[in-house]
């Protein structure tokens, strides 16, 4: 079975640190770009973060930027997102997904899912004190 799956959310307090992975099973992660989105409760899905196939090119949204850094685990076939210094904002379902084709990566590299392969059902993380 092709599926992806999130792992690693919970509940935390501001400051604090959370690491999301992203497992994929029946298929190997090399040949796809990875992206991570969020939903906070009554707010659009939106852009956190996106690595290529290559490794060679990424995207964080402005609200990340200096705080997240996305990777890739080709021996362990994961894309983990360690977050430090969490903040309330950053509550909301974290998804990952993952496409293949070069449609795709422009837009997911530019923080957008378009025509995204396959996605994880998501975790919660919620930063509250």
């Not at 079975?1 to 992975?21: A, D, K, M």
């Not at 989105?37 to 196939?53: H, L, N």
């Amino acid at each position: 079975q092709l599926q992806l799956v999130e792992s690693g959310g919970g509940l935390v307090q501001p400051g604090g640190s959370l690491r999301l992975s992203c497992a994929a099973s029946g298929f190997t992660l090399d040949y796809y770009h990875i992206g991570w989105f969020r939903q906070a409760p009554g707010k659009e899905r939106e852009g956190v973060s996106c690595i290529s196939s290559s490794a060679g090119s990424t995207y964080y949204a402005d609200s990340v930027k200096g705080r997240f850094t996305i990777s890739s685990d080709n021996a362990k076939n994961t894309v983990p997102l360690p977050m430090p210094s969490l903040k309330p904002a950053d509550t909301a379902v974290y998804y990952c997904a993952a496409g293949r084709s070069l449609y795709s990566s422009t837009y997911c590299l530019a923080g957008y899912a378009v025509d995204m392969d396959f996605w994880g059902k998501g975790t919660l993380v919620t930063v509250s004190s």
